[in-house]
């Protein structure tokens, strides 16, 4: 199949949601697209703000703030090893956790447009070991979480092995009915790619998206060289003390299409740019991705509206390791916000956004407060 006939296939997946306005235009060129105040105002008060919270809340990880390929903000906090003083730094390499279903989104486009599978086709036809119960799931359903598989494993030795445990238990529902996010999906997806391509996932992801974009600080598995480390910051009620406490390990290679890669500031922008392009997806699998099938959600992207602006988001994370990851995408304006930390514990403060067609408030990590601040800045200048 040629790109065009991959087009069509893809171009009949987009009829069956509502497509993102917008996501194909080139950068915004009114003056909306510019931060409140201008560009220098802007990033003097987004370090403020990242400085303060890292003192006050500790934010410890890295965040950068672009329009287009210009960067505005790129900022490291904290330490990526407590125990060895070692400090974060914008070129740190962190996990990706769960954004690393987008990458895996793109590698199940890419086989289509190379005719090797169609977003239609049951799991079934390329791993046959599946259940019975899971017969009837097609590939565009474990893209959109709408398949019913249940995360059903706490601990797991492999992603296969997960998939295994999760499939001991009933679907939640009938295929394509409802919306339920799932990991085992996602791992399943991982086995497709394997099966259908003869490589391994890490190989694939590796040739086919991160050479190609030159992504050449992003991959699969253990993280090289002095590997950052992850915590859980809490305050003690009784003394008001700040504790800091060692996650677990990340066991990235585990975690297949669902949360196995890892990145920097730099190659995420080089990713979020991409998308903008014709670089390394078809404008008909661009548009695929970014359609809302339900629930706010396209193939491995979330969608909400936020400070009067569409935007495109996806996050991760891993409570026991004690990392998590998030990439804002506002593709009116153009801007691109990835924020990567090394501790997930909880602040003082609260963030409310659309979740599975829901609006939801939750104490927000530090993390997720350097998010919000940020981006208020941005559009209105008058954050905190």
Do not use: C
């Given at each position: ?107 199940i486009l ?261 998010v919000e ?6 559009f209105s200048?008058?954050?905190?």
């Open positions: 199949m040629n790109k065009r006939s991959a087009g069509r296939l893809a171009t009949r997946w987009v009829a069956t949601g509502t497509a993102v306005l917008g996501i194909l235009l080139a950068a915004a060129t009114d003056l909306g697209a510019a931060p409140a105040g201008g560009d220098k105002a802007f990033a003097q008060s987004a370090n403020t703000a990242v400085d303060r919270i890292a003192s006050e809340d500790g934010f410890s990880g890295v965040i950068l703030v672009a329009r287009g390929n210009q960067v505005l903000v790129r900022r490291a906090a904290g330490l990526s090893d407590r125990e060895r003083n070692i400090r974060n730094t914008a070129q740190t390499k962190f996990p990706l956790e769960s954004i690393t279903k987008q990458f895996t989104a793109a590698a890419l086989l289509a447009e190379d005719g090797k599978l169609s977003l239609s086709d049951t799991v079934a036809k390329y791993d046959p070991s599946i259940p019975p119960a899971w017969k009837d799931i097609t590939i565009a359903q474990l893209l959109t979480h709408s398949s019913g598989i249940d995360d059903g494993a706490v601990k797991f030795q492999s992603y296969r092995d997960f998939v295994v445990q999760s499939a001991k238990s009933p679907l939640a529902f009938a295929p394509g009915t409802d919306f339920l996010y799932s990991n085992a999906g996602y791992g399943l997806l991982t086995a497709v790619i394997e099966n259908v391509s003869g490589h391994n996932y890490a190989d694939f992801v590796r040739n086919r998206i991160f050479v190609p974009l030159g992504m050449r600080d992003s991959g699969y598995g253990a993280i090289p060289g002095d590997a950052v480390k992850g915590y859980v910051r809490s305050i003690s009620p009784a003394s008001d003390h700040k504790i800091w406490q060692s996650g677990g390990p990340a066991q990235l290679e585990t975690h297949g299409g669902f949360g196995g890669l890892y990145s920097t500031l730099d190659d995420m922008l080089v990713w979020s740019r991409a998308l903008e392009s014709d670089k390394l997806l078809s404008p008909a699998s661009r548009q695929a991705m970014f359609t809302d099938y339900g629930h706010n959600y396209g193939f491995g992207w979330r969608f909400a509206a936020k400070l009067g602006r569409k935007l495109i988001w996806h996050t991760g994370n891993d409570q026991a390791a004690g990392f998590a990851s998030i990439l804002d995408r506002f593709p009116e304006e153009d801007l691109t916000v990835v924020v990567l930390t090394n501790n997930i514990g909880l602040t003082n403060t609260t963030a409310t956004f659309t979740i599975g067609g829901k609006a939801t408030t939750f104490p927000a990590t530090a993390a997720r407060e350097v601040q940020v981006e208020g800045l941005y200048g008058n954050a905190r």
